[in-house]
């Protein structure tokens, strides 16, 4: 069974452009989470979707957006970087049921 | 969101048992206790949740105290590969339905695990 996959896995932008970032979840499951880990802040929750609708979201600026497809497929956006998104953004997802998420590999995000 | 205090690092040798202690004084009655793990370079991964009573899996075993204020996650022969940060968290879970999922995972810092050949 194919496990999150994320592309790129690395991705250098400059100040002020934009960056889409991608995620397949697992076959069936159909809740996409994104999460952005830095050193100073950890791992801080962005946003999650489900059935192509966004039902929670995190503390960050306009800027950072998503989206998610009919088949599950999710990607985010971040327009206007700035030095400080330079982080790994992770995606996860899973399926109804107590048990946990399944997170990807991410992708490694360096603005300069 | 209900917090946990862990360690901030613990060592152990290779092939010895590990307790991972994990504090959740505020947990409520509907938080499960989930524990994922992150290697190098990697995602979090799922390690092992519970709710009252203790868990195994193959990978470890989850040790939840009798208040459910506590819990430990034990690793039963620590190999070079279960050197990772090791999160405890707590979901709620119950009584989501059709909107299970619908809620985020509050990562503290995790304990750095090292193990010494």
């Known amino acids: 069974k194919a496990g999150v996959t994320q592309t790129p896995r690395y991705l250098i932008k400059t100040r002020g452009q934009q960056v889409t970032l991608s995620c397949s979840p697992i076959?069936?499951?159909?809740?996409v989470s994104w999460y952005q880990q830095t050193p100073g802040q950890g791992l801080q929750f962005l946003f999650e979707?489900?059935?192509?609708?966004?039902?929670n979201k995190g503390n960050f600026p306009g800027r950072f957006s998503g989206r998610q497809f009919s088949n599950s497929r999710s990607e985010m956006n971040v327009s206007t970087l700035e030095l400080g998104d330079s982080a790994l953004y992770l995606c996860?997802?899973?399926?109804?049921?107590?048990?946990?998420?399944?997170f990807g590999s991410g992708t490694r995000l360096t603005v300069v | 969101d209900a917090k946990t205090t862990q360690p901030n690092s613990m060592e152990s040798n290779e092939e010895e048992p590990v307790h991972l202690p994990c504090n959740h004084s505020?947990?409520?009655?509907?938080?499960?206790i989930h524990w994922y793990r992150q290697l190098p370079s990697q995602g979090p991964e799922y390690v092992i949740h519970?709710?009252?009573s203790n868990v195994n899996n193959r990978m470890a075993s989850l040790a939840i105290a009798e208040d459910r204020k506590s819990s430990t996650l034990i690793l039963h022969r620590a190999t070079l590969r279960d050197a990772a940060v090791y999160y405890c968290?707590?979901?709620?879970?119950?009584?989501?339905?059709?909107?299970?999922?619908?809620?985020?995972?509050?990562f503290g810092t995790g304990t750095r695990l090292t193990i010494i050949p």
């Open positions: 505020t947990i409520s009655g509907t938080d499960y």
């Open positions: 968290i707590l979901r709620d879970v119950m009584g989501k339905g059709t909107n299970f999922g619908n809620e985020k995972l509050t």
């Open positions: 979707y489900f059935s192509e609708t966004q039902r």
């Open positions: 076959s069936g499951h159909r809740s």
């Open positions: 519970g709710l009252t």
């Open positions: 996860a997802s899973s399926s109804a049921g107590a048990r946990g998420y399944t």
